[in-house]
C-alpha cells in the first residue's frame, strides 16, 4: 500500500544531498556568472530587459546585474539578497561578497562530499571569520587625525573603487570630483544632499562638480533671468484652477455676457490665490504641478520667478537643500518655511537650459554633472560614482583604511591558516577551506587581468610570510606590487561587510537540507 502523500499533487520535495546538490550549482552558477566582473580588469555585462522597449544595461556593479535576473534557484536567491544589501549598507563590494561567499559554498562542497557535517563546516568557518575580521583589524591604518593623509586615504579609496568602473580611464577627476562631494557632506551619510544631473553629449571627462543646486527645468516666459538673496516657497498645488472644474455639470447660460462673467469668476478666483502666494513675500516660487498662463501673468508683474512642474525628486531635494518645506496651503504665511538661497541663475548645459540656485542654507549640498557619450554610459557612471560616493561618505565615518589588490584577502588567508593548524578534529579542514575561499579573490582578480593567477598567488602568499608585507597584485604590470607606493586602498567598513555577509549566507545555504517547492496554484475557470 503506498504511503499516504502529505504534500499536494503537484508540490515535489528534494531532500539531503539532493538538495545540497541543487544549493551548491545555483549558488555557484551565480557566482561564476558575476565573478568576471570583479577587479580592475574585470568586464562589463550587457543586460537586456524582456519588457517592453527590451531596455538594455551595460554595467559590471554587482548588484545591478543581479537585480536584474529572474531565477528559480532558492540558494542563489540568498546570494542575490546579500548583494543588494551590501549596496544598501555600504554601497560597493557587492561582487566581491557574492563571489566570496560562492567560493565558501564551493569549498564546502568537497568537505561535505568528504563526509563532513555542514554543522562542523559551519562552525569552522564561523571562527574563520572572527579570526579574519581580527587579523584586519589588526592591519588598519587609521588617519582621522591628520587631515591631510585622510583626505589623500579618501582619494586612494576613490581611485581604487573607481578603478573597477567605467570610471577607470578618468578616475583622477572622478575620484577628486567623488571626494570634494563627500567632503562637503562634512560626516553626514546621507547623500541626498548630492544631486547627480545626467546630460548627453560631450565626454566623461566634461562631468564637474558644482556647489548648490541645480534644478532641470527652464525659467518662464518673461520673468527674472537672475535672482539675488531668493526667498523660495516650495509648493505642491495646483494652479489650473481657472477652469469651472465641477465634473459633470452643465452651465446653460443666456448669453453671451454670462459667460464672460463666468471667466471673470474663474480669474478672481486665481487672482486671489496668487496674491496668497505672494503675501509670503517670496521672489521666487516653485511648483510641482503646472502653472497657468494667468498666474504665470500674474508672477512675472509682481517680478516672481516662478518654476512649474519641478519633479518630484527634484522638489524635494530643493525643499532640503534650501532648508524650506513643501506648503500646499497659503492661508497662513507665518507657519510656512522658506526655503533661501544667494542666487538663482540660468545656465547653459550643452543645449539645455537649467536653473542653479547657488549659496544654498545647506552648505553640504552640490551637484554633479555628468556629461558623456549615451545614456548607457551616463548610467553606469552614475551607478559607479554611487558606489565611490557611498564608500567615502562611509569612510569619513568610520576612518579605517585598508590596503587593496588582494592584500586584504593574503592577510585574512594566512592568519585563517595558522588557526587551523591549531585546531584540532574535523573543523580544521573547515577553516583551511575558508582561508582557500578567501585566496580566490585574487586569484579572480588576476585571472579577470589575464594573468597566470597560480604562480602570482604563490609569490604573494611567500611575500605574506614576512613581517608588515604590503604585497599585492600590481594588475597594470602584471606582478606583485606594493600596494601602499601604489596607493591602493580600501574601505575597512567595506571589507568587513563582505566577510561577515558573505560567511552568513554561506552558512543559511549550508543549513539546508530539504527543498519545498509549493504546487502552482491552478487558475480558476471564469466564464
Given at each position: ?85 551590501q549596496d ?24 561535505v ?5 555542514p ?9 574563520a ?15 582621522k587625525?591628520?587631515?591631510?593623509k ?22 583622477e ?14 560626516g ?15 565626454s566623461?571627462?566634461d562631468?564637474?562638480l558644482?556647489?548648490g543646486?541645480?534644478l532641470d527645468?527652464k525659467?518662464?516666459?518673461?520673468q ?27 452651465v ?7 459667460v ?10 486665481m ?41 518630484f525628486?527634484?522638489?524635494?531635494r ?12 497659503f492661508?497662513?504665511p ?22 542653479h ?45 585598508l ?6 584577502e593574503?592577510?585574512?588567508a ?17 577553516i ?11 586569484t ?8 597566470d ?27 606583485v ?7 591602493i586602498a ?8 563582505v566577510?561577515l ?18 504546487a ?7 466564464m
Amino acid at each position: 500500500m503506498a504511503i499516504e502523500k502529505i504534500l499536494k499533487d503537484d508540490a515535489s520535495e528534494e531532500k539531503g544531498e539532493r538538495a545540497r546538490m541543487a544549493s551548491f550549482v545555483g549558488a555557484i552558477a551565480i557566482t561564476d556568472l558575476v565573478k568576471t566582473t570583479l577587479g580592475p580588469k574585470g568586464m562589463d555585462k550587457i543586460l537586456q530587459s524582456t519588457g517592453r522597449g527590451h531596455e538594455v544595461t551595460v554595467t559590471n556593479d554587482g548588484a545591478t546585474i543581479l537585480k536584474s535576473l529572474h531565477i528559480d534557484n532558492p540558494a542563489a536567491k540568498v546570494l542575490i539578497d546579500i548583494s543588494k544589501v551590501q549596496d544598501d549598507e555600504v554601497g560597493d563590494g557587492t561582487t566581491s561578497v557574492v563571489v566570496l561567499a560562492g567560493e565558501l559554498l564551493r569549498e564546502a562542497e568537497k568537505l561535505v562530499a568528504a563526509k563532513i557535517h555542514p554543522m562542523t563546516i559551519i562552525s569552522g568557518y564561523r571562527m574563520a571569520s572572527e579570526c579574519a575580521r581580527n587579523a584586519l583589524l589588526q592591519r588598519v591604518v587609521d588617519n582621522k587625525e591628520n587631515a591631510e593623509k585622510f583626505k589623500s586615504d579618501l582619494m586612494k579609496i576613490a581611485r581604487t573603487t573607481l578603478s573597477s568602473k567605467i570610471l577607470s580611464q578618468d578616475k583622477e577627476h572622478f575620484a577628486q570630483l567623488a571626494v570634494d562631494a563627500v567632503m562637503r557632506l562634512k560626516g553626514s551619510t546621507n547623500l541626498e544632499a548630492i544631486q547627480i544631473i545626467k546630460k548627453p553629449g560631450g565626454s566623461l571627462k566634461d562631468s564637474f562638480l558644482d556647489e548648490g543646486f541645480i534644478l532641470d527645468k527652464k525659467i518662464g516666459l518673461g520673468q527674472p533671468k537672475r535672482i539675488e538673496n531668493a526667498k523660495i516657497l516650495v509648493a505642491n498645488t495646483a494652479m489650473d484652477t481657472d477652469k469651472v472644474k465641477i465634473y459633470g455639470a452643465r452651465v446653460r447660460v443666456d448669453s453671451m455676457s454670462k459667460v464672460a462673467e463666468i471667466e471673470g469668476a474663474e480669474k478672481e478666483k486665481m487672482r486671489e490665490k496668487v496674491k496668497k502666494i505672494m503675501a509670503h513675500g517670496i521672489n521666487c516660487f516653485v511648483n510641482r504641478q503646472l502653472i497657468y498662463n494667468f498666474p504665470e501673468e500674474l508672477f512675472a508683474d509682481a517680478s516672481i520667478l516662478a518654476i512649474e512642474h519641478a519633479d518630484f525628486d527634484g522638489i524635494e531635494r530643493l525643499a532640503l537643500v534650501t532648508g524650506g518645506e513643501i506648503a500646499s496651503t497659503f492661508d497662513n504665511p507665518e507657519s510656512v518655511k522658506l526655503g533661501h538661497c544667494k542666487l538663482i541663475e540660468e545656465i547653459m548645459i550643452g543645449e539645455d537650459k537649467l536653473i542653479h540656485f547657488s549659496g544654498v542654507e545647506m552648505g553640504q549640498a552640490c551637484t554633479v554633472v555628468l556629461r558623456g557619450a549615451s545614456h548607457h554610459v551616463l548610467d553606469e557612471a552614475e551607478r559607479s560614482l554611487h558606489d565611490a560616493l557611498c564608500v567615502l561618505s562611509q569612510t569619513v565615518n568610520d576612518t579605517r583604511v585598508l590596503l587593496g589588490g588582494g592584500w586584504p584577502e593574503m592577510v585574512m588567508a594566512k592568519e585563517v591558516d595558522e588557526l587551523a593548524r591549531k585546531t584540532p578534529g574535523k573543523k580544521s579542514h573547515a577553516i583551511e577551506a575558508f582561508s582557500r575561499a578567501l585566496v580566490a579573490i585574487p586569484t579572480i582578480i588576476a585571472d579577470n587581468a589575464g594573468l597566470d593567477s597560480a604562480d602570482l598567488v604563490a609569490q604573494l602568499r611567500a611575500e605574506h610570510h614576512k613581517e608588515g608585507c604590503n604585497a599585492g597584485i600590481d594588475v597594470i604590470s602584471g606582478s606583485v606590487g606594493d600596494m601602499a607606493e601604489l596607493g591602493i586602498a580600501e574601505s575597512f567598513k567595506v571589507k568587513q561587510a563582505v566577510l561577515l555577509s558573505a560567511t552568513e549566507a554561506a552558512e543559511m545555504i549550508l543549513r539546508v537540507d530539504e527543498i519545498i517547492t509549493c504546487a502552482p496554484r491552478k487558475r480558476e475557470d471564469r466564464m
